[in-house]
């Protein structure tokens, strides 16, 4: 089985070595949401997604492939 989205924020978060919370000051997003996107309870909403990719330098599609 693929990895989630989730997975692959936290995957990505871990690797960039910042926490949950240096990642949610970055987006203006708070932990909670952070968190919840990490355990697959939300997923970013379209205004996020790309946020995300820049962040982590990968390709917005990256979230969605299995």
Do not use: H, W
């Not at 990505?12 to 919840?36: F, M, N, Y």
């Amino acid at each position: 089985m693929g990895l989630t989205m989730g997975d692959k924020i936290k995957n990505l978060r871990e690797k960039a070595g910042i926490s949950q919370t240096e990642l949610a000051d970055k987006l203006g997003l708070s932990k909670s949401v952070i968190s919840a996107y990490e355990k697959g309870v939300r997923n970013p909403s379209f205004k996020v997604l790309p946020l995300l990719a820049e962040t982590f330098n990968v390709s917005q599609l990256y979230f969605f492939e299995k």
